[in-house]
């Protein structure tokens, strides 16, 4: 008998492609607005094994930088010890690429458990540190080197770290960049959906900050120097109180958002 297309088994299902890695960092276009390009340079990440021990201490040669790579969220806390220190018996990969050193915190297997509970991570104050995360939030207190922090789907948050002579770039897609206390010559502070929000203890010469849907707070020390200001909104206010300042100013400062406010105001 012949068979009729009612009784033919229906056709195998594709699964869904999965999302995008967290490295999406790289130009992120959208009407009329276009957030800088924010690329967090990696060293590569070689993790042997079929499981990942507890974190041991590791030393960061000098001009070296930490790396850490997760698919949760991480803690960093500046401290006076000589090496990086895992807390909490987090599971971690080390690997090294030259001077620098990643820290892979898994979140798969037997790490499964680990997923979402931003382990603690211990490094010298004047460590330089990189993040990739996805899906939880970054948080780095105390640290006083140059930081290079992105994250998707969670929070960026910086209290009292930086560098007064480095470049600080500050990113997540779904979520809000929050620092407090930030010490930089150049600030890169991006997001889609969420505000931006820099409280900074320096005067950087080049700062831009930008969202999409969101608002954008910029607030520098006390007496800043002339800048040059660029403050885009389409469905928002345009707040500026610093003194006007002639196109040609050495300090430059760039905020954009599509709906939200820009604000920038001395300390």
């Known amino acids: 008998m012949q068979r009729t297309d009612a009784h033919r088994p229906a056709p195998p299902v594709r699964p869904a492609a999965p999302p995008a890695a967290a490295r999406w960092y790289g130009t992120l276009a959208r009407p009329a607005l276009v957030l800088p390009v924010l690329v967090l340079s990696v060293a590569a990440v070689a993790c042997g094994g079929s499981g990942a021990a507890p974190g041991k201490a ?19 806390v500046g401290t006076d010890t000589a090496d990086v220190r895992v807390a909490d018996g987090a599971a971690a990969r080390w690997s090294a690429d030259g001077k620098d050193r990643t820290l892979d915190l898994p979140c798969a297997g037997a790490a499964r458990e680990d997923c979402g509970r931003m382990p603690l991570v211990r490094v010298p104050r004047g460590t330089a540190v990189t993040v990739e995360a996805r899906n939880a939030g970054v948080e780095v207190t105390d640290v006083r080197g140059p930081l290079r922090l992105g994250t998707v789907n969670g929070d960026v948050v910086v209290r009292d770290a ?35 929000d820099l409280r900074t203890t320096t005067s950087p010469v080049r700062l831009s900050g930008t969202t999409r849907n969101g608002s954008v707070r910029v607030t520098l020390p006390a007496d800043p120097p002339p800048y040059a200001v660029r403050a885009t909104t389409v469905n928002g206010r345009t707040v500026n109180d610093l003194p006007d300042a002639s196109a040609a100013s050495n300090h430059r400062l760039t905020l954009r958002t599509v709906n939200g406010d820009t604000e920038v105001h001395p300390g």
């Open 58 to 76: 590791r030393g960061i040669p000098g001009g070296g930088r930490l790396v850490v790579t997760t698919e949760g969220g991480v803690r960093i």
């Open 162 to 196: 930086g560098d007064a002579h480095g470049l600080q770039r500050l990113a997540t897609r779904n979520g809000s960049v929050r620092a407090t206390g930030l010490a930089a010559r150049r600030v890169e502070a991006g997001t889609v959906n969420g505000d931006v």
